[in-house]
Nanobody
Framework: QVQLVESGGGSVQAGGSLRLSCVAA????????IGWFRQAPGKERDLVAA????????YYADFVEGRFTISRDNAENTVWLVMNSLSSGDTGVYYC?????????WGQGTQVIVSS
């Protein structure tokens, strides 16, 4: 099974940017659809953005549309989430999830803190 490792989180001022990475180990990422989720303290985990296995199809939640960009490079086994114009509402733990034939594989998450 694939193992996913997120990185790139940190603390940033409102209006700033971060780039999160989701790297696959153990298996190639090329067959997996990948989603980025976030979980704010005390709240449920929400889907932020997703990308199909070949990168041709993407999805964005309304609350990040126009600010976040998801992309992937299967040769590098990596999916990125570029986050611009961050606000305090974007604070949370960001997880990537790999989907393949109905199975889900989660990473351990990376913390994002946006201060106003």
């Amino acid at each position: 099974q694939v193992q996913l490792v997120e990185s790139g989180g940190g603390s940033v001022q409102a209006g700033g940017s971060l780039r999160l990475s989701c790297v696959a180990a153990g298996r190639t990422l090329g067959s997996y659809g990948i989603g980025w989720f976030r979980q704010a303290p005390g709240k449920e985990r929400d889907l932020v953005a997703a990308i199909g296995w070949n990168g041709r199809r993407t999805y964005y939640a309304d609350f990040v549309e126009g600010r976040f960009t998801i992309s992937r490079d299967n040769a590098e086994n990596t999916v990125w989430l570029v986050m611009n114009s961050l606000s305090s509402g974007d604070t949370g733990v960001y997880y990537c999830r790999g989907d393949l034939v109905g199975l889900h594989y989660w990473g351990q998450g990376t913390q994002v803190i946006v201060s106003s």
